[in-house]
């Protein structure tokens, strides 16, 4: 858990500086502020979200965003069952596990001068609270116990790279890979760190 909080900050230091100093003096007219929503594959469930970001200098935005994620058990699984009209049948579901998150991020753009406009690459970081809440699926557990309904806050973060694509003059899609660091201290579902690799996919307007 330690080792996840010291690369995060390492990030987050890359982050705050220039990388180069062609970088530092090229202004882009992109650097506009932009909100957007957000559609999240993880490994253990989805989620949703949105967000708005200000310059704050050159190819660098300060981001905040709200996110809202629907995890699954890790032996949970649906199938469509032909007999009962392609209904979709779940098994292995014992918990109903729903996060929630404020984010703060920085998000720096690199090869500004040497790429087209319509096409960003970018490292992003960012941190904030996650609220968690389970619902269990049965009042008892297999071995008999009574369950509860579970409820926990957490500080994390993540750590993404990506690329800005443009769609039009305003609108752009952007995609990234992000490792998600979510370290609560009591039990949320079946376990208490919720960490995880994700695909992001967000569609922003820039004004």
Known sequence: MKTNY????LILTLLSFNMSAQSLDYESEYDMRYAGFSFTMAETGSGIGGLM???IFAN????IGLGAYFLRDSDEYTYYDPRF???P????????VYLFDFMVSLKRRFFASDLDESLRPFLSAGVGPYYGMNFP???????GNKTFDQY???LGGFLGAGVDVDASTNYFISIRAQYRIIPFLEYI???KNHSMFELRFEIGNRY
């Open 6 to 9: 010291i690369f995060f900050i």
């Open 53 to 55: 970001a200000w310059p």
């Open 60 to 63: 660098t935005h300060l981001g």
């Open 85 to 87: 009209y392609a209904y």
């Open 89 to 96: 049948q779940t098994v292995n579901k014992e918990n109903n």
């Open 137 to 143: 699926e049965y009042s008892q557990d297999l071995q």
């Open 152 to 154: 926990a806050w957490a």
């Open 189 to 191: 579902g079946e376990r």
